[in-house]
């Protein structure tokens, strides 16, 4: 199983952007989708996750009513639509994928397969 994600770009304060993860070698229906990031000098925090079926949900408070996560499984692409960006959202995101079916939480050992990651840098 391969995960790739995209979408990442220069973006002003303020703006939006939507990554994109695509999955291969496997059916995105049977994973838990997590998207996480890091900064440089920080480590890898969470943003958020979704079950394979959509119907529950998680994100980080720094997130929350900005960031929204989405899946399309006959696509085999999850996403992370990102709004009223904040300098601070710059870091690398990575998309990841978990087999326990119901876990949305943080813990980076509950995810199974990780992309390669995407950057995405806010402006002031």
């Known amino acids: 199983v391969q995960l790739q994600a995209s979408g990442g770009g220069l973006v002003q304060a303020g703006g939006s952007l939507r990554l994109n993860c695509t999955i291969s070698?496997?059916?995105?229906?049977?994973?838990?989708i997590g998207w996480f990031r890091q900064a440089p000098g920080k480590e890898r925090e969470f943003v958020a996750a979704?079950?394979?079926?959509?119907?529950?949900?998680n994100y980080a408070d720094s997130v929350k009513g900005r960031f929204s996560i989405s899946r399309d499984n006959a696509r085999n692409t999850a996403y992370l639509q990102m709004g009223s960006l904040k300098t601070e959202d710059t870091a690398t995101y990575y998309c990841?994928?978990?087999?326990?079916?119901?876990?949305?939480?943080?813990?980076?050992?509950?995810?199974?397969?990780w992309g390669q990651g995407t950057q995405v840098t806010v402006s002031s």
């Open positions: 979704l079950v394979w079926s959509g119907t529950m949900r």
């Open positions: 070698g496997g059916a995105l229906s049977t994973y838990t």
């Open positions: 990841a994928a978990g087999l326990e079916p119901y876990y949305t939480g943080p813990s980076e050992s509950k995810y199974d397969y």
